[in-house]
């Protein structure tokens, strides 16, 4: 049996699953992975550079840019067989009784738009808009203003994102910490394990004796330690590692 028939066997018979996943699984959707996004028009920034309320407070109006920039390619984007598997394998697991729970360090909202509903995400939704001050969600606002005010405080509207150096929203990395200490299977997508607290995840699961699966492009901190690894893109992989 090779590792992609052992990965399928164990994954299809798992009593419970967690799903890790990182940029790795939209980049054929066409989003560039977080590492990989400084291209173009923003290759004089470093994400460190951008990514903090620091950064915001500085220049309000090049980050505001930024993500809104992040913004638009992600909503003129669609979900690949990548996430679409993912979604089915959830289905599969309900349809058996298994426990089952999507653990995202995306801001995408991709993984909603291919039909996952057990989810947590990490690291906020790019698509949502809160304000600095207070948090108060924003669905409306002014196209022209480089950050716009919120409706109710006045102060600055931000993407509802996990900067660096900030809290992940609370309870998020809790469930997904309890979750990967007790499942059978845990399913590592795209992610360069480089990014803590999310990197220990598949660690939590391996010292609690969950058999961990890993799907990327590249070798990766977590590559030696899996139970197996299978190098390659997630859009082509899953759908095989998924069967019916
Ligand atoms: P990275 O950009 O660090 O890593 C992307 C990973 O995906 C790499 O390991 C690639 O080898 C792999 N990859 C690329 N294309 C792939 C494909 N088609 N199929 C499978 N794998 C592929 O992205 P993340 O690990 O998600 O945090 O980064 C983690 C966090 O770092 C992000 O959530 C963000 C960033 O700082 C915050 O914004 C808080």
New binding site residues.
């Given amino acids: 049996m090779d590792d992609l028939e052992a990965a399928r066997a164990a994954l299809a018979g798992a009593r419970s699953i967690v799903v890790m ?5 939209s ?2 959707s066409g989003i560039p ?5 400084m291209t173009g028009l923003w290759s004089r920034f470093r ?2 550079d951008l ?1 903090t309320e620091e950064a915001f407070r500085r220049d309000p109006r090049a980050v505001w840019d930024w993500y809104a920039w992040r913004r638009e390619r992600v909503e003129g984007v669609a979900p690949n067989p ?1 996430h679409r598997a993912i979604a089915r394998l959830e289905a599969l697991a309900a349809a058996r009784g298994a426990p089952f729970l999507l653990v995202t ?3 995408d909202g991709l993984h909603q738009a291919a039909g996952s509903a057990r989810l947590v995400e ?3 939704n790019i698509r949502r808009v809160k304000c600095l001050d207070a948090g108060h969600p924003a669905a409306r606002w002014a196209p022209d203003e480089h950050p716009p005010r919120c409706a109710a405080c006045g102060s600055w509207l931000r993407p509802d ?4 150096g ?1 809290m992940l929203p609370e309870g998020a990395f809790e469930s997904a910490a309890a979750a990967a200490a007790d499942c059978g299977v845990f399913l590592c ?7 803590e607290p ?2 220990s995840l598949p660690r939590v699961a391996l010292r609690a004796g969950a058999r961990v699966i890993e ?4 070798p ?1 901190p977590l590559t030696a330690h899996a139970s197996w690894s299978l190098p ?6 899953l759908p095989a590692l998924v069967a019916e």
């Fill in positions: 996943t990182g940029a790795g699984i980049a054929e992975t977080f590492r990989d996004a994400p460190e990514a990548g360090q995306n801001v990490l690291h906020g994102v996990v900067w660096f900030e997508v795209g992610t360069s394990g480089l990014v999310a990197a799907v990327n492009a590249e990766t390659g893109k997630a859009g082509e992989i």
